[in-house]
């Protein structure tokens, strides 16, 4: 169902996350799209079509105490992603990262951008060492008759 288009917004650098504040993540492109780019509200999407969002936080997993809640919100609707874990529960399963898929039809007329955004309860401050969102143009099979 892919198109092959696909590019990847993610954090160059580990990114410090208060406790008990959501925070947005700030993501650089790693290549240019027609379709999709990162401005300051977040991943736009400039082109309508059917996208997967892949989401990946990683966490750091030395700190088990609490809760690591990660979400791509989209302004004035649900979000696409969202998953609150027990740290412990995350380290445990996949050394601390959390791995969320998703689609939907997104472009300038309906959902136009995503952010994403994260929160910890640890009672510290806690590193995300590496956050992205891969975003895949989707062929729409009902196009293709």
Do not use: C
């Not at 993540?25 to 509200?41: D, W």
């Not at 995350?90 to 136009?112: C, E, H, K, M, V």
């Amino acid at each position: 169902m892919a198109t092959d288009d696909e590019i990847r917004f993610s954090t160059i650098r580990p990114v410090a996350i208060a406790d008990r504040q959501l925070t947005p993540i700030e993501l650089e492109s790693s290549g240019g799209s027609p379709h999709v780019r990162v401005a300051k509200e977040g991943v736009v999407f400039d082109t309508d079509g059917w996208y997967e969002v892949l989401l990946r936080v990683d966490w750091d997993s030395t700190i088990t105490a609490g809760t690591r809640f990660s979400h791509t919100k989209v302004p004035g609707q649900e979000p696409l992603h969202s998953e609150a874990i027990n740290a412990l529960v995350l380290a445990q399963l996949s050394q601390g990262r959390q791995l969320l898929r998703g689609n939907s039809l997104f472009g300038p007329d309906r959902t136009a951008s995503l952010v994403l955004e994260v929160w910890q309860d640890s009672g510290q401050p806690l590193a995300v060492r590496y956050a992205e969102l891969v975003i895949r143009e989707l062929r729409v099979p009902w196009l293709d008759e």
